[in-house]
């Protein structure tokens, strides 16, 4: 697999133990540790990835577990190596194949800050089905005690999380488990309110997390988390097939301070060659989907948007998971004075609708100050009282 896992400057260099040499590293100040099984394929030995650091130790004894040619992806996320993959789960009776690594960090509940992990998870279903057993978890951990994990439950068909440490011990998205489909999961611990949240593939255009998360829970105050494992069950008993998981992978596995620490953006995504996350072709547009559709950006911040058939001024770090501020830039004089019902001096009609003429068209100001654009078929937030003669500033939603 091609190395695009881009890291930000840290003017030190980390010791791996074991390994007995320093790594020069260039991690965030803000990543806490990152496994992408960077190793040559085939058989394991428990040996860290080339662009591996965080980690106390190597990583245990190895149970049916190889290294495969191609790691797993998902959109721009930067990604180095192979993946690791259950590579036997035929033996009749629960077969389970499971490694454990300690982080350089122990966290409890009076830790200051947050946690962030995101891990990459593709299950390949050999035989049976996820509802009648087994699980593949990446488990936060310390000595015997599983204190929370992320992945999937036993006998659970969609993706969770959970654990001994946490209160409800499981809770469910509603994304199924699927055969050869790769999963990003991202999860939030914060130490401060002792709660936990989660994603399941989240958007990750933006530099932000998603503002609703697809499940939360709390924390016990008997959380202790040092180590990770990786974990594989299938459940093969007296020869009757109820999941094999063979050949299922667990790969990018990143832990951090906050969002943008264990979501690093690689070739395509957030580069010379992207705006706002979204690819630039080679005329140098972008397509943003049914959010804003096709948009001209090389001159930006000032972007053509094509459905609007305006110029908007756009900074690039405005933009968020929800949407971005915008200047919207025009004459917002009407051409004759509005009577009765008005929005910034525009007639409105009886639809509550108002024709803005070359500013902004036609738009429905029924619940100002949320604001339908039906050029650009968004809502966008305009503040009546700041509209300017020579345009707006307004949020277009996403």
């Given at each position: 697999m091609k190395l695009t896992y881009l890291k930000t400057t840290l003017s030190n260099f980390a010791t791996l133990a074991g390994f007995g040499c320093a790594f020069a590293t260039t991690a965030s100040a803000e990543a806490v540790a990152y496994e992408g099984f960077d190793i040559p394929a085939g058989s394991f030995d428990g040996a860290s990835g080339e662009t591996s650091f965080g980690w106390f130790d190597v990583w245990s004894v190895v149970h049916n577990q190889t290294i495969s040619a191609e790691g797993l992806s998902y959109g721009n996320l930067a990604t180095t190596g192979g993946a690791l993959e259950l590579s036997d789960g035929t033996t009749p009776s629960q077969k389970v194949g499971d490694i454990?690594?300690?982080i350089d960090e122990v966290y409890f509940p009076t830790s200051p800050g947050e946690l962030w992990m995101s891990v990459l998870i593709q299950p390949n279903i050999v035989a049976g089905s996820p509802a009648d057993g087994g699980f593949i978890q990446v488990v936060l951990g310390?000595?015997?005690t599983n204190s929370l994990y992320l992945g999937t439950a036993w006998r659970g068909s969609v993706w969770s999380v959970g654990?001994?440490?946490?209160?409800?011990?499981t809770v469910n998205s509603s994304v199924p488990v699927e055969h050869g489909v790769t999963t990003l999961l991202v999860m939030r611990l914060d130490f401060t309110t002792d709660t936990g949240s989660f994603w399941v593939n989240p958007d990750i255009s933006a530099n932000t997390a998603p503002s609703e998360p697809v499940g939360t829970f709390s924390l016990l105050s008997d959380f202790e988390a040092d180590r990770v494992t990786v974990w594989f069950s299938n459940y093969?008993?007296?020869g009757e097939v109820f999941i094999d998981y063979t050949g299922s992978k667990v790969d990018e596995i990143r832990f951090?301070?906050?969002w943008s620490s264990v979501i690093v953006l690689g070739e395509g995504g957030g580069g010379d060659e992207t705006w706002g996350g979204f690819d630039i072709d080679d005329d140098n547009n972008v397509d943003t989907g049914e959010w804003m559709k096709w948009l001209y950006v090389e001159q930006a911040p000032w972007i053509w948007s094509y459905k609007f058939k305006?110029?908007?001024?756009?900074e690039e770090g405005n933009i968020a998971d929800n949407g971005t501020w915008a200047y919207i830039p025009g004459d917002t004089s009407p051409e004759t004075p509005g009577t009765g019902t008005t929005w910034s001096g525009f007639s409105v009609d009886a639809n509550n609708n108002a024709d803005t003429g070359e500013w902004m068209g036609w738009v429905?100001?029924?619940?100002?100050?949320?604001?339908?654009s039906y050029d650009l078929g968004q809502w966008i937030y305009i503040e009546e009282g700041f509209i300017g003669s020579d345009g707006a500033w307004g949020f277009i939603s996403r």
């Open positions: 454990a690594r300690e310390n000595g015997a654990g001994e440490r946490a209160s409800p011990k093969i008993d007296d951090g301070t906050d305006k110029w908007l001024y756009i429905q100001v029924a619940s100002t100050p949320w604001i339908w």
